[in-house]
Every structure is written in structure tokens, then in C-alpha cells.
């Protein structure tokens, strides 16, 4: 079992930054990859990236280039460094644990387990 809180979210300008947290608890976090995924009001949930329990990542194309996943694991934490924020990336982002380590995938589906969510509110 994994429990995941997120942290780091907030109200920031359009064209500012954020960094978002995420820690686990438990000893097997090298053997989950993890992702970020986002719902804004009225949307379904969406895929932002993903990482690898070795670190190798992915994005989405609306934030390629603009936000980086990585993760730490000696301390249990993966992050979503977030710059050029715009309006439309207003949402609750979410942390998740894919059983597969080696995984990059951008289905929901695949993820056991999630974190609470933390809001994001870029304002234009």
C-alpha cells in the first residue's frame, strides 16, 4: 500500500511557476513509476507526465516543454516543476502510483493509487 499527499499547489500569475510535491509513504516506492494528472471544473481527468522508477519521463503535448517531472527516491518524492503557467492550466493536479516500474503510460487505469489532489489557479 502507497499513500500519496501532494503539496506545493496555489494561486499564481499567468506566465509564473510552481513546484509541485508528492510524497509516499511505505519502503517500495522505487517499485511503483508515478504520474501527474490534472481535472479542471466540468473535464475529465487528464495526463500531464509520467516517470519511471529509473527516472526515464514523458509529458503531455499541451505541457511539453513547459512543466518537467522528476522524481527523488531517496526521499520518497516525485515533483512537477511547472513554468509558463497559463490560465488553462487552472485544475487539481494529482500524484499516482503505477505498479509497473517501468511504466510511462498515460491511462488512469493503470494507477492504484492516488494522492488527495492540490489545487492550481493561474489567473489571466
Known amino acids: 500500500q502507497v499513500e500519496l499527499v501532494e503539496s506545493g499547489g496555489g494561486l499564481v500569475q499567468a506566465g509564473g511557476s510552481l513546484r509541485l510535491s508528492c510524497a509516499a509513504s511505505?519502503?517500495?516506492?522505487?517499485?511503483?513509476?508515478m504520474g501527474w494528472f490534472r481535472q479542471a471544473p466540468g473535464k475529465e481527468r487528464e495526463f500531464v507526465a509520467a516517470?519511471?522508477?529509473?527516472?526515464?519521463?514523458t509529458s503531455s503535448d499541451s505541457v511539453k516543454g513547459r512543466f518537467a517531472i522528476s522524481r527523488d527516491n531517496a526521499k520518497n518524492t516525485v515533483y512537477l516543476q511547472m513554468n509558463s503557467l497559463k490560465f488553462e492550466d487552472t485544475a487539481v493536479y494529482y500524484c499516482?502510483?503505477?505498479?509497473?516500474?517501468?511504466?510511462?503510460?498515460?491511462?488512469?487505469?493503470?494507477?492504484?493509487?492516488w494522492g488527495q489532489g492540490t489545487q492550481v489557479t493561474v489567473s489571466s
Open positions: 511505505g519502503r517500495t516506492f522505487t517499485s511503483y513509476s
Open positions: 516517470i519511471t522508477s529509473s527516472g526515464g519521463s
Open positions: 499516482a502510483a503505477n505498479p509497473s516500474r517501468f511504466s510511462k503510460s498515460s491511462d488512469p487505469t493503470y494507477y492504484y493509487h
